[in-house]
Every structure is written in C-alpha cells, then in structure tokens.
C-alpha cells in the first residue's frame, strides 16, 4: 500500500487549481474533464503520489467538491482525466466548464491496484455503466505495459447503447487482437444497429465463461451488479481473494477525519477505495 | 513541599499572563450558557459548576471557522489562508474530562494528514484543569478508565483545597512549566493537603461492551432498534460532545469570491451519509445510533487505542428526549452478561 503521508502540504484542505484542457461528452449526462495543473509544484507531488486506484476531490469554489476516482492511469501522469455523472449541484457546474476554464482538485488519496502483484497474470475487467472510469485507469495501466500480463478480457455493459461511456475507446479495444472485449447492453437497451450482446453482466459474464485460473478480476459497478456478479464469478470458480473492487461513499475530507465515509471499522478514503471482494464481504453489509 | 495558588491571586497571575502576551481564556457564563471565553479578571470566571455546557473543543474545533477565501479570475483563482493567528493562550478552570478530549481527539487530526487548523491552535493553548471534587449523576469518566483527576490533555493540574482557599499546583508538561514560571512569585510553597477527588460511580463495563460490539453478528441485533427507538436526531448530544469531531466544508459568497468554511457536522444526521444517487448507507435512525457508538467505542479504539469518549456525560445531560451513551452501554453490558 502506498504512502499516504503530507508530502509537505501545509494546509491539507488547500486544492490545486487546474486548467480544463479537455472535455467530451460520454453519454447523456455524462462528461470527461481533462485537467492540468496550474502549479508545477503541485504537479510534480501528484506525479510522485499517483497510482491507478487512488481519488481526488474536484470542485467549484463556491459550490463545493465531489469525489471521484482519477480516470486516467499511472502510466499517463501528465493530466488527469475524470469521468462524473451531473447530479448534483457540484457535478452540474463542472459539468458546465469549458476548456480554458479553472476548477480545483485535492489528492490524490487512498490506496491502489497492487498492479504489480498483477504480473504475469491473465486479467478480467468487469464494468457496468458509470463504473468503467476506475476500472479504465486499472485497463490502461495494464495496457500500457501488455507485454506483462496474459489474456485481457474486458466485459462491459450498461442500461443502453446511449449509456455506454469511452466509445472511442471501445472502439479502440474492440479493434486489438491483444484484448477481448464483451460488450452487452440490457434487455429493451438496444439500438437498431446494436451488433454486440443484450442481456445483464453477470449472465453475459458466464456465457463468455473466463478461466479462473492465474487470473486476476477487476470488478467495478452499481452494488446490485456486484452483487449478482460476484456470484457469477464465484460460479466460474474464482476465489474473492482476487477479485478487487472500489467503494465510493460520501466524503468531504478526502483524508480520514470528517468521519463519515466508513463502512464498518473501515475508512474508505484512507484505507480504500480498493479492495479485494474477500475483503468487502468481511465488512457489515447493513453499513455498505 | 508543595505549590499552592492562592484564590486571592488569581487577578495576580492573569494579569502577569497577559503582560507576557498570553490570552487568558476560562469557564464563563454567557448567554446564561456556561461556556470558554476570553476573560480581563478572575471574577469573570464561573468556576463552580459541575462542568460548563459547552466543551473545551470550542477553542480547538469551533463550529464554523474560515478555513481561506477565494477569488476566481479568468485566468487564476487565489486563495489567501485563514489560519488561527499565531497566540499564545492559557485555559484556565478546564475539566479532566474536557481536557482528556482534545488529546483523545489528537491522533485522528493527525492521523497520516495533519490538520493545521487543530494543530495551531493546539500548540498554542497551555490547558490548566482543575480536578473535580464535585460530580452529577450524569458523570461518567470513571466509567472510561479515567478519573475525577487525569491528567490526559492538560499542561497543568489544581487540586482544590478546602475552604475555596485556592489549589494544589502539579506541572504536567514543559508547556506548563513555562505558564508557570511567569506566576512563579505569585505561588505559595507549603505542605498542603488537597480535598479528595470526586467519587464517581462505574456505570457499565466498558471492556464487556467493546467486546459485545466487536462480535459481528451484533451488528445487525435488533437492540440498536430498541435503544435508538426515541433518538429525533437532533445532533445536540454530538454537538455538545468533546471529541466529536465530524465536519463538513461549505462556500459562502457569490461566483467570484467568497469564503470555504470548516463547520461542525453530525452522524446523527440523515444526509450526512447520503449519495448523491439517493442510496444511503445509514439510512435510519437506529443506523446512525449504531454508528455513534460503534465509532466512539470500537472502531476508534481500535485505530488510535483510545475511547473516542472522555465521560463527560453532556450526551445523556442534555439529551431532550433521556437518551444517552450511558443507558446504550448499560443496556450493553446487561446483553453481554
């Protein structure tokens, strides 16, 4: 696990500013920002912090901060790129930024992918809907560096063909001989010309049927799907020990001490967003 | 022999603390709200009651402070820190349990992250506490492994004498040497003895309730219902409580410029938890009960090893419907029997 130290912040609820350099439009309501940091210093401290897993807090002054993962990997430190939903009053006024605009950022924060302890493994990711952008940071990490992992199989489904988010870099998978990638959408969700597979994650997942053996999961998700689809893996004979996942739960501090973000005994700022499912089913469910 | 501070010198020492620049700050009655405020004179102090109704968090952790302004151009924003001025400041007439509660409350703003706005204020406060000889049926430190006495969290110790006469001096720290040393002519040195700490009665096992709270399968036991049943989630036992230390962060001002402000929060509260999506994870009442007193009893002692609870007893004192800590851990321990 990394370090989670000050690194020499002064006042640790300070955020970077950061220049939109980027912005495309993923799916109805849903938008990627690319952002840069204004501050060089600041920019070589989250170079030195980074890892795939870890999230930041964005934001508006005079609206507040919301808290998503950083969508882009640790290979590409020059920019972070996140994926939100416009939801609230935060998501909206991002939502609303153009290139060339200002927005703030805290982090990055918490633990990681232990993508070393991924090497020479086959690698299955399972997305669904709004939860591709953390499993994204953890496939492009991998990607990056393909010569050091096995088979990649990527499933991905969302409600429709609309809702689907990173077109262009499904695109891009679906077009690599190195990757298999399963895309469905749900039953009523397709369109006309929908040439891929309709029907639920866990179902889809069980017909495309990976071997578990010296295979690693990446499980991301709304908590019904993780929850149906953890079966289903489970049906595949992969053991919860390595099957990793994030939790996301309201936060305001980023850094363990507002005190609301815990599941049980366990912080999900300071001691998550990763975890294996072996772990998140040790946690009380009545808390999750 | 021993240091004595007569009652009669009191005027004496603030005045000697605040010509060496020290903030003088105690119990006063404000409001008819006994409460920590800076004060000119000795006479300004209500040190008589059992505990004053706000805690000593108030100077450490106020419920709203600044924590840096903004100011959003085109091409940059600024932002100018609003960081708790660099003065030294003494605390005269604290209670252990009170006292007790900021060093509790110390490994979780440090924990990893400092938080410089506790830390600044934390190094600059000399906590002079005075023991208690006196003590209300809603008392509990005793329940907590501490006394009517401890020295956790203080710089200085009094011990009351008898006849209001004044107190028994003990240094705790260098920081309370060094108060001391400005009113060092003002200190008798005698042998006295001082009256006898207050007796207060163990309420519940504390050791069997960590226990009982440990056990998974209690976590979803039909008690927390029970026990939680007349909580209307007011937040007053989490607001008045020492080591409460939940927040929220909020912008104050228009499109341009404004404020982003560091204000208490509460557990107790609904939204506290609630997603964005509508999903929340402490959905009920009884959820959040449970949450209070799993954080303050098992989740915090296992991180830090501390009690995130000094038994000040203002949860149950002021509750406006008779709940409390106390009955949750006496209902406890009865289960854990």
């Known amino acids: 696990m990394t370090d989670n130290t000050q690194n020499g912040q002064e006042n640790i609820y300070r955020p970077a500013i950061m220049n939109v350099v980027g912005k495309r439009d993923e799916a109805p309501g849903v938008k990627t920002l690319r952002l840069e940091f204004q501050d060089p210093v600041e920019h070589e401290r989250f170079r030195q912090t980074y890892r795939t897993g870890m999230f930041g807090l964005y934001g508006i002054f005079g609206e507040g901060e919301s808290t998503f993962c950083v969508a882009s990997p640790e290979t590409r430190k020059e920019y972070i790129e996140c994926t939100f939903r416009q939801s609230g009053r935060v998501t909206s006024s991002l939502a609303s930024a153009e290139v060339g605009d200002l927005v703030t950022y805290r982090g990055p924060y918490g633990n990681r992918f232990p993508i070393e302890e991924f090497y020479g493994k086959n690698l299955l990711f399972i997305a669904g809907g709004i939860a591709l952008p953390p499993t994204r940071s953890v ?72 071997s578990p053996d010296n295979c690693v999961a990446v499980l991301c998700g709304p908590p019904v799907m993780i929850k149906f689809t953890l079966i289903s893996l489970g049906k595949l004979g992969f053991n919860e020990e390595h099957v990793y996942t994030t939790l996301e739960n309201r936060m305001k501090c980023g850094v ?17 967003p990763v975890f294996t499912a072996a772990e998140v089913a040790r946690m009380p469910a009545g808390d999750l | 022999m021993t240091k004595i ?75 100018e820190e609003y960081l708790p001025p660099e003065r030294q400041r003494i605390v005269f007439g604290a209670r252990p349990c009170d006292a007790s509660a900021m060093a509790i409350d110390d490994p979780l703003f440090g924990w990893d992250y400092k938080d410089s706005y506790w830390f600044r204020r934390r190094n600059e406060t000399v906590i002079v506490t005075i023991a208690c000889t006196a003590a209300d049926e809603f ?99 989490t607001f008045l409580c020492p080591t409460c230390h939940c927040f929220d962060f909020q912008d104050e001002g228009d499109t341009y410029t404004g404020i982003r402000r560091k204000n208490w929060d509460s557990c107790s509260f609904a939204l506290f938890t609630m997603h964005t999506s509508g999903h929340n994870p402490r959905s009920t009442q009884s959820a959040r009960w449970r949450q209070r007193i799993m954080h303050k009893f098992n989740y915090f002692p296992g991180k830090f090893s501390l009690n995130s609870c000094s038994g000040c007893g203002r949860c149950t004192r002021e509750c406006p419907v008779d709940m409390g800590i106390t009955e949750t851990l006496q209902e406890i321990t009865k289960l854990s029997k």
Not at chain 2, 68 to 79: A, C, E, H, P, S
Not at chain 2, 148 to 159: A, E, K, M, Q, V
Request: glycine share 8%; hydrophobic share 35%.
């Open chain 2, 139 to 237: 008392c509990m430190c005793t329940s907590l492994k501490l006394a009517p006495d401890s020295t956790l969290g203080s710089d200085i110790l009094l011990r009351p004498l008898e006849g209001n006469r004044g107190w028994l001096v003990e240094e705790l720290s260098q920081r309370g040497s060094e108060a001391l040393s400005r009113i060092e002519a003002l200190l008798e040195k005698e042998a006295a003895k001082p009256l006898p700490p207050a007796d207060v009665p163990v309420k519940f096992d504390l050791e069997a309730c960590r226990e009982w709270l440990q056990n998974p399968e209690n976590f979803e036991s039909h008690f927390w219902k029970e026990i939680s049943m007349r909580c209307i989630g007011c937040g007053t036992c």
């Open chain 1, 256 to 272: 363990g001490k507002c005190g609301r973000c815990n599941v049980g005994s366990v912080y999900i700022c300071k001691e998550g």
């Open chain 1, 139 to 210: 496939i492009w990490s991998c990607l990056d560096q393909r010569d050091k992992f096995g088979r990649v199989t990527i499933v991905y489904g969302a409600r429709t063909v609309a809702d689907l988010v990173y077109k262009h870099e499904l695109e891009e998978w679906q077009n690599r001989s190195d990757i298999e990638l399963v895309l469905t959408v749900d039953p009523g969700g397709e369109s006309p010309d929908w040439q891929h597979r309709v029907g639920f994650v866990p179902s889809v997942l069980e017909e495309a049927a990976p």
């Open chain 2, 5 to 79: 501070l007569l009652r009669d010198r009191l005027d004496d020492c603030i005045t000697r603390w605040h010509a060496a620049g020290f903030e003088v700050i105690g119990p006063v009655s404000k409001n008819n709200i006994s409460q920590f405020a800076a004060i000119e004179k000795a006479d300004e102090l209500d040190l008589g009651a059992i505990l004053p109704g706000r805690t000593l968090k108030d100077l450490f952790f106020p419920q709203t402070e600044p924590m840096f302004r903004y100011r959003i151009g085109k091409q940059q924003i600024d932002t």
